[in-house]
């Protein structure tokens, strides 16, 4: 079993920047795709990004293009989401999801129905 903590949200300006960060339990982090959902207030959860297990490849929601970046580090069982030029629609919790299959896959998937793991989220808050 994997088990998720993210960290990093906080209250920020718009057009500013804020990096989360999700640790993961055990020694198979390697193995697994990892990824970022998001919930607002009202509206369903929605894919942000995800990252394959080597971190040779990701996926972005069309949203978030050229203003979040995902990487991982595999050696601190960490992966981070670098989000910039931040809008208050990015306001929301965001999660941190781990899966057996691909990162492609998870991107796929606009709720993450079928996603094998979730970290509780942390909440990022856009200000005017």
């Known amino acids: 079993q994997v088990q998720l903590v993210e960290a990093g949200g906080g209250l920020v300006q718009a057009g500013g920047s804020l990096r989360l960060s999700c640790a993961a339990s055990?020694?198979?982090?390697?193995?697994?795709?990892m990824g970022w959902f998001r919930q607002a207030p009202g509206k369903e959860r929605e894919f942000v990004a995800s990252?394959?297990?080597?971190?040779?490849?990701?996926y972005y929601a069309d949203s978030v293009k050229g203003r979040f970046t995902i990487s991982r580090d595999n050696a601190k069982n960490t992966v981070y989401l670098q989000m910039n030029a931040l809008k208050l629609e990015d306001t929301a919790r965001y999660y941190c999801?781990?899966?057996?299959?691909?990162?492609?896959?998870?991107?796929?998937?606009?709720?993450?129905?079928?996603?094998?793991?979730w970290g509780r989220g942390t909440l990022v808050t856009v200000s005017q």
């Open positions: 999801a781990a899966d057996g299959y691909t990162a492609q896959a998870m991107a796929a998937s606009p709720r993450g129905f079928g996603i094998d793991y």
């Open positions: 055990g020694r198979t982090f390697s193995r697994y795709s």
């Open positions: 990252i394959n297990s080597s971190g040779g490849s990701s």
